[in-house]
């Protein structure tokens, strides 16, 4: 009996061990599934297949009695066997080289005080190169423990010792020499591992459509980018050019505002002071249409204040061009197109693009080109005002004292009518001794008149060399008197000194300062922009000594000629078939070529603000 007993007790023992030895059920709360498997397998291959505790065949449907239903006869084509295992994991498995990670979502049902044995099981762990096996990998187990330097307290490797906290939060060393093991999912993680997976798949999805979404966008932001820029830029540009157009125009009119004042005070001092000839009807005439036009232009400021408030408006308007909609909208999709990490909004921007206007400069312009047209004309009216007085002041100064010449004149013939017919009486009486002596007056009279045509024409050929015949007279002769000059020919002379001078200036640069101080010399240049026919110049801004037209003048005669600066710079305003020369000296100077240089100076007048070409002169530059 004793026997039977200690036959049973080890026999249970052999079978515990056996069952110890197991790599199944090693987790609690195990799952139950009915899988289906080819007919060939049988229950072990099936725990094996599926790591399971238990396969229990289940009946199949072709034991049912009475005919199968079209379903069944259906499934019973598809599946040939099935099985309910408990305790299983998934036969998909994740294999690992160097580190198995125990802390994951979802969680394994371990913790640091777990022995390892059991985490193994729950991995249920093998080889590789291996398949499952129904027995622990005891090799395995204990390679793995001394990987992990786990040990019992006599110091030996040991894989039915906790795993520690270290191995639990940094993870299970695989072994050098076996390289690669296999894991598999325990049955109660299977769900939650799928829906990890998914989520995982989803992020890597999404990671991976964002990346192609950066692509496109890297791809393509610049040339939609560059494409709103370009779109700015239009509008920046008409906005530079109504910029422009906006500073001329006021310009404009700040030169109309200084012209008005001056021409309205010079008038105005004109008629405080009143004129000498008011009794010549020519001077009337312009004085009376003087009067009118100060009294039409001069009176009040409207027409100038008209224009200052369509200017402001103008002002105005420009300034809200760029918190305009069409400018704000471009400036939204530039910023948009810079920020955005969406493909489908760049497409969008990309697609506003087309219908995105320019700002619209149409009407400013339009009502710019009006006033600045207007101020021109009205500019223009003022200075032909402002040429009238000078006409009128240049007549009355011409005429001098005032007196009516003509009235004079027959007064005097009609007292020289009354002297002659009281004389003729006289000389009646006295005829014989009247005729004699009028005989030898008209000798006299006639040989002096001989005496002066003579010597008038020794005058004219001698004008042109007079000097010279005063310097070559000896000390010791005493000068001929001469007969006073007429204005012309003292207008004549000192145009040849005027000439003389300049042309020693063009010989010797230090004679300028004195030649400049001599004839009152001021720096001009041409004005950029001419509004009517006549050529303007107007003050330079250089150096008198460095300026391109000379302005000299005596007894009210105003001339230009091309500075100093000019004939040692020729080479430049020769270049390119004289195009320099041509363009700085048009409507002042014809450009020609010849032998030498040599210049005639232009005639020119005061108007406005500056001085207007009368008479164009010519400079020519040698071949």
């Known amino acids: 009996m004793t026997k039977r007993i200690l036959v049973l007790i080890k026999s249970f023992l052999i079978f515990f061990i056996f069952l110890s030895?197991?790599?199944?059920?090693?987790?609690?709360?195990?799952?139950?599934?009915?899988?289906?498997?080819?007919?060939?397998?049988?229950?072990?291959?099936?725990?094996?297949?599926?790591?399971?505790?238990?396969?229990?065949?289940?009946?199949?449907?072709?034991?049912?009695?009475?005919?199968?239903?079209?379903?069944?006869?259906?499934?019973?084509?598809?599946?040939?066997?099935?099985?309910?295992?408990?305790?299983y994991h998934d036969p998909k498995g994740q294999s690992f080289s160097e580190i198995i990670p125990l802390k994951k979502k979802p969680p394994y049902d371990i913790n640091e005080e777990t022995k390892l044995k059991k985490v193994l099981d729950t991995?249920?762990?093998?080889?590789?190169?291996?398949?499952?096996?129904?027995?622990?990998?005891?090799?395995?187990?204990?390679?793995?423990?001394?990987?992990?330097?786990?040990?019992?307290?006599?110091?030996?490797?040991?894989?039915?010792e906790s795993i520690g906290s270290e191995v639990y939060e940094n993870g299970i060393k695989v072994p050098e020499d076996v390289e690669e093991v296999i894991i598999h999912t325990p049955d109660y993680l299977i769900k939650e591992t799928e829906a990890v997976k998914k989520q995982i798949a989803e992020e890597t999805k999404a990671i991976q459509a964002k990346e192609k979404e950066q692509k496109y966008l890297e791809k393509n932001r610049p040339e939609v980018l560059k494409k709103a820029k370009a779109k700015k830029?239009?509008?920046?540009?008409?906005?530079?050019?109504?910029?422009?157009?906006?500073?001329?125009?006021?310009?404009?009119?700040?030169?109309?505002?200084?012209?008005?004042?001056?021409?309205?005070?010079?008038?105005?001092?004109?008629?405080?002071?009143?004129?000498?000839?008011?009794?010549?009807?020519?001077?009337?005439?312009?004085?009376?249409?003087l009067y009118d036009k100060k009294e039409e232009?001069?009176?009040?400021?409207?027409?100038?204040?008209?224009?200052?408030?369509?200017?402001?408006?103008?002002?105005?308007?420009?300034?809200?061009?760029?918190?305009?909609?069409?400018?704000?909208?471009?400036?939204?999709?530039?910023?948009?197109?810079?920020?955005?990490?969406?493909?489908?909004?760049?497409?969008?921007?990309?697609?506003?693009?087309?219908?995105?206007?320019?700002?619209?400069?149409?009407?400013?312009?339009?009502?710019?080109?009006?006033?600045?047209?207007?101020?021109?004309?009205?500019?223009?009216?003022?200075?032909?005002?402002?040429?009238?007085?000078?006409?009128?002041l240049e007549l009355d100064e011409t005429l001098g004292t005032g007196i009516d010449f003509s009235t004079l004149a027959i007064y005097i013939f009609g007292f020289l009518i009354v002297v002659g017919i009281g004389a003729y009486i006289y000389i009646q009486n006295k005829k014989i001794s009247s005729l004699s002596s009028a005989t030898k007056s008209a000798g006299k009279k006639f040989s002096e008149l001989e005496g002066q045509?003579?010597?008038?024409?020794?005058?004219?050929?001698?004008?042109?060399?007079?000097?010279?015949?005063?310097?070559?007279?000896?000390?010791?002769?005493?000068?001929?008197?001469?007969?006073?000059?007429?204005?012309?020919?003292?207008?004549?002379?000192?145009?040849?000194?005027l000439t003389s001078d300049y042309n020693d200036v063009l010989d010797n640069f230090s004679k300028v300062a004195g030649f400049k101080q001599k004839w009152s010399g001021l720096a001009l240049s041409r004005k950029e922009?001419?509004?009517?026919?006549?050529?303007?110049?107007?003050?330079?801004?250089?150096?008198?000594?460095?300026?391109?037209?000379?302005?000299?003048?005596?007894?009210?005669k105003y001339f230009a000629f091309p500075g100093s600066s000019v004939k040692t710079n020729m080479a430049t305003y020769m270049n390119l078939?004289?195009?320099?020369?041509?363009?700085?000296?048009?409507?002042?100077?014809?450009?020609?070529?010849?032998?030498n240089y040599s210049t005639e100076p232009c005639v020119l007048r005061r108007g406005g603000a500056g001085f207007v070409v009368e008479r164009i002169g010519k400079l020519t530059f040698p071949q």
């Open 297 to 392: 232009y001069f009176s009040n400021k409207k027409k100038i204040e008209k224009f200052q408030k369509e200017i402001k408006e103008i002002q105005d308007n420009f300034d809200k061009l760029k918190e305009s909609s069409d400018y704000k909208i471009i400036l939204n999709i530039i910023d948009g197109i810079q920020k955005t990490n969406s493909k489908k909004k760049l497409i969008a921007y990309k697609t506003q693009l087309s219908s995105v206007n320019a700002v619209d400069t149409i009407t400013i312009n339009k009502s710019l080109e009006e006033v600045s047209k207007e101020i021109t004309e009205y500019t223009k009216e003022v200075e032909e005002i402002d040429e009238l007085r000078t006409k009128t």
């Open 123 to 160: 991995l249920c762990i093998h080889r590789a190169k291996e398949e499952i096996s129904l027995k622990t990998d005891t090799e395995l187990y204990l390679k793995i423990a001394e990987a992990n330097d786990i040990k019992n307290k006599k110091g030996n490797f040991s894989y039915k």
């Open 529 to 556: 922009r001419q509004d009517g026919s006549k050529t303007i110049l107007i003050n330079s801004s250089r150096a008198f000594e460095k300026a391109e037209i000379w302005c000299v003048n005596f007894s009210g």
């Open 453 to 497: 045509l003579k010597s008038t024409s020794d005058q004219i050929r001698s004008v042109a060399s007079r000097r010279e015949e005063t310097r070559k007279t000896p000390r010791g002769t005493q000068p001929i008197p001469e007969k006073a000059k007429t204005s012309e020919e003292i207008i004549a002379s000192k145009f040849d000194e």
């Open 21 to 87: 030895n197991l790599a199944f059920a090693n987790h609690k709360d195990g799952r139950e599934k009915i899988v289906s498997v080819n007919m060939d397998l049988d229950k072990n291959a099936v725990r094996i297949k599926y790591c399971a505790k238990t396969a229990t065949e289940k009946k199949d449907k072709t034991d049912k009695q009475g005919p199968l239903t079209e379903e069944e006869l259906k499934e019973l084509a598809t599946v040939k066997k099935k099985w309910k295992i408990k305790n």
């Open 577 to 595: 078939d004289f195009e320099k020369a041509q363009r700085d000296f048009k409507g002042v100077f014809y450009i020609s070529s010849g032998s």
């Open 233 to 289: 830029a239009e509008s920046d540009v008409l906005i530079e050019k109504l910029k422009k157009n906006l500073a001329e125009a006021q310009g404009k009119l700040k030169g109309l505002e200084e012209i008005y004042v001056n021409v309205s005070k010079a008038i105005q001092k004109l008629f405080d002071l009143g004129i000498q000839n008011k009794s010549d009807k020519e001077i009337s005439e312009l004085y009376n249409d």
